[in-house]
């Protein structure tokens, strides 16, 4: 595991979209495996500035993304679908053909998780994943739970997570109360793992899915046995793994 200490959001942000362009760079042709919410929406504006300055070319880029709300169409604003057209694809090169998100609106939900899961399969592995880290532990919606699930599924939001993302919304009734989210075996499987973190409010979170014991009760936690793991955090993020001496 590789902590990387970032002064704030704005260099975080790059640090971390630094590490994705140098696999795009290295090879053209790579999967990256990609995250929504408020974390890396400063990655992918600094993606898309390179794209359109320094000419980093997503032209022959997969990407599969790990999650979607259940019930959202694909052009509601809140969805994950909508979130990654407007954040990252419609500005730059990549095909949309190329990209992954699983379907919300799927009518028989058991046959899209297995359909998705043949997407990843057919894809081989995902060169990068991008992962944030939610306030309950979990990674994609990959909520805490006895066990840990291998593939994808749909899973019912805690209430911390319906909580959480209920700044989104007009009001928190609105929030879906399920999603679909890929399984921790294939983010697992990921030959590089890129976890991004921000803010005072990841700081327990973060030194308790880095530090404290591997459970299915934290799924982060799983992610201290992936052999190529790095961490990009701004200070605030750090601050506890930091007081306990386990970073300078």
């Avoid at 975080?12 to 696999?23: D, H």
């Avoid at 709300?69 to 694809?89: A, V």
């Avoid at 911390?160 to 007009?170: G, L």
Wanted: charged fraction near 25%; glycine fraction near 6%.
């Amino acid at each position: 595991m590789k902590i990387i200490s970032t002064p704030d959001y704005k260099m975080m942000s790059k640090k971390a979209a630094g590490i994705i362009s140098a696999q795009v760079i290295l090879r053209p042709d790579c999967v990256l495996g990609l995250a929504t919410g408020s974390t890396p929406e400063g990655i992918y504006s600094q993606l898309i500035e390179w794209y359109k300055n320094e000419g980093l070319d997503f032209s022959d880029v997969h990407s599969i993304n790990l999650d979607e709300y259940c019930g959202l169409t694909p052009d509601h604003d809140q969805s994950y679908r909508y979130f990654m057209n407007e954040k990252l694809f419609k500005h730059i090169n990549i095909n949309i053909d190329n990209t992954n998100v699983p379907n919300g609106m799927a009518k028989d939900m058991d046959a899209e998780c297995k359909r998705y899961d043949n997407v990843i399969k057919n894809l081989g592995e995902i060169d990068l994943q991008l992962l944030g880290i939610g306030n309950t532990g979990h990674i994609g919606f990959n909520e805490p739970d006895d066990v840990f699930y291998k593939t994808t599924h749909c899973v019912k939001l805690k209430e911390k997570t319906i909580e959480a993302n209920s700044r989104f919304f007009d009001k928190i009734e609105d929030v879906p109360k399920t999603a679909v989210t890929m399984g921790i075996q294939s983010i697992m499987q990921s030959k590089k793992i890129l976890l991004a973190a921000n803010g005072a409010g990841k700081a327990q979170i973060l030194y308790t899915a880095l530090f404290g014991p591997i459970t299915p009760k934290v799924p982060a936690s799983i992610l201290q046995l992936h052999n190529d793991l790095t961490v990009v955090a701004d200070e605030a993020a750090l601050a506890v793994i930091k007081e306990k001496g386990l970073i300078d």
